[in-house]
């Protein structure tokens, strides 16, 4: 996605060879105009697959989720959990979630009553590197019943095994952009 | 505002005296179609303040401070963050929340280059009890320089002393739905 790329490359940075930042415009501060435009891009690309039900996980991930979940016209988001709450109790899902990159783990958590067994679900986030966070959404899905209908991310670290692993599953993925390498700061994006 | 009253009311759960549970629609499963609508109505009471900006602290804030945004011409979000990051670097503004409810503290931060001393910001949760989260956020933007037009939230505690602490402030203060007690499991709420 042209706008996208473009947001990247005027207000990302590429840090090392394996971190972009992306907090003027993704993750900190939010463009909300870009990010209504990349949920209307997600949604034209799932809409034939029906979608019920938006799934990603806090805290980056809650706004393209609900752009798209708007474009998909009002759909339902669910935001799984990194961290504990006193409201949250009851049957629950959940998936361990180990971070090579960050080399700790979490528990993601999502109470049954959010996912229905009937539901088509869209999972989308900001970023898909390794891919532990989908895997671990994947299998929340997969807990209650339901069927996974793809995912969707604005940023894929193509050099990163999340986006293959998925795809060889059969996992319908869609990346808006797709970084090939980042190289003494710069970040070059994969043709197509 | 009767469509959140109401939803509060079939969806919500009231525990103990103190404890609104509205994961159903608000703060883990979204409701889409409402968070939509709420923000047009935080929206419509303060666009003559003429916000440039909308700060919310992540997770359960950031869904009502994008819809709010999207309703006052797709100004820009700012989430402040609750946890450590490995890209939240620079220099920053933070404060010290306490939290009485739940007994612990936390550090709220935002990266400076997100709040400039020019801004208009607008305050967005989706809780206000006893007003720590908020005034965190107040805090953050007068470290910028910058001003803060109002603040709005979904859900007022009005048993609890947030509301009335900003408002002794002259902090324009502005809440969806404002319960006043929480009985036997009953959520009853104040009129007007």
Do not use: W
Not at 135 to 154: E, H, K, P, T, Y
Request: hydrophobic fraction near 45%; charged fraction near 25%; proline fraction near 1%.
């Amino acid at each position: 996605m042209k706008a996208l790329e473009e947001a990247i490359r005027r207000q990302g940075e590429g840090i090392g060879t394996e971190i972009v930042k992306v907090d003027r415009f993704l993750n900190h501060r939010l463009d909300t105009a870009l990010l209504v435009a990349m949920g209307r891009e997600i949604a034209a690309v799932f809409l034939s697959d029906q979608p019920s039900l938006i799934l990603t996980v806090e805290a980056s991930g809650i706004a393209l989720a609900l752009t798209t979940a708007q474009a998909l016209g009002n759909i339902p988001v669910v935001f799984a959990k990194k961290h504990a709450s006193s409201t949250l109790n009851g049957e629950m899902y959940s998936a361990t979630i180990r971070s090579f990159t960050k080399g700790n783990s979490y528990d993601m958590r999502c109470a049954a009553h959010c996912i229905d067994k009937k539901d088509r679900v869209l999972i989308v986030d900001d970023f898909l590197a390794n891919g532990e966070a989908a895997l671990g959404m994947l299998s929340l899905i997969r807990q209650a019943g339901a069927l996974c209908v793809g995912i969707a991310v604005a940023i894929e670290k193509a050099f990163q095994k999340g986006g293959r692993a998925l795809r060889a599953q059969g996992i319908k993925t869609l990346s808006l952009a797709a970084i090939r390498e980042i190289r003494d700061g710069e970040i070059l994006f994969q043709e197509g």
